[in-house]
Nanobody, 122 residues
Framework: QLHVVESGGGLVQPGGSLRLSCAAS????????IGWFRQAPGKEREEISC????????IYADSVKGRFTISRDNAKNTVYLQMNSLKPEDTGTYYC???????????????WGQGTQVTVSS
């Protein structure tokens, strides 16, 4: 059964960094794209980054471009989101999900995980 588990969130000061992890099970990363999403309080969930199934292509939302980096470790079947220069507006619950492809929006494969909370505050 396809499953993803997010971890690595926490409380960080503005300008700080965090690295989120998305551990996949039930499939290997070369089968599906992996997207990172976040949901801020009172707002809809938005996709902020995606890596395609080969790992050779990545995309970022304008709001995180230049600050966040998506990567993966095939041996660990895990995708990471390195978040630098964090801002208060980055606060939210972060989720990862398998997708058919990065250019296919609003469709995920499997169900949402529990997410990991990121709070950026002084």
């Amino acid at each position: 059964q396809l499953h993803v588990v997010e971890s690595g969130g926490g409380l960080v000061q503005p300008g700080g960094s965090l690295r989120l992890s998305c551990a996949a099970s039930g499939f290997t990363l070369d089968r599906y794209a992996i997207g990172w999403f976040r949901q801020a309080p009172g707002k809809e969930r938005e996709e902020i980054s995606c890596m395609n199934n080969s790992g050779g292509s990545t995309i970022y939302a304008d709001s995180v471009k230049g600050r966040f980096t998506i990567s993966r470790d095939n041996a660990k079947n895990t995708v990471y989101l390195q978040m630098n220069s964090l801002k208060p507006e980055d606060t939210g619950t972060y989720y990862c999900a398998a997708k058919p492809a990065c250019n296919i929006l609003k469709i995920i494969i499997g169900s949402w995980g529990q997410g990991t909370q990121v709070t950026v505050s002084s």
